[in-house]
């Protein structure tokens, strides 16, 4: 299961992070979102202690979504030492995903 990331703790899971780090930003009302979140929640399994996988709900944490720029959801942004590195926006296939984390590892 990905990690429930917030605002408070964004900084300290994201961006201090020695390994990748995967962020799914969705809402509860936004149904692309419903797709991507098991996608986002198998990577997470597959990619244990390899990545960081995590979520920021947009709707109750505003503060990253717009210091990255996130307008359209599901946005995910892939970190590596801090700094955005990849960057999907709307659904993909799982495969997708998998390639943008593989390419750091």
Known sequence: M???ITDATFEEIVLKSD?????DFWAAWCGPCRMVGPIIDELSTEYDGKVVVGKVDVDANQ????KYGVR???TVLVFHNGEVVGKQVGVAPK???ADSLDALL
């Open 95 to 97: 495969q997708t995903y």
């Open 2 to 4: 990905a990690l429930a």
């Open 63 to 66: 503060e990253f979504a717009a």
């Open 19 to 23: 390994k990748p780090v995967m962020v």
């Open 72 to 74: 359209n959801i599901p």
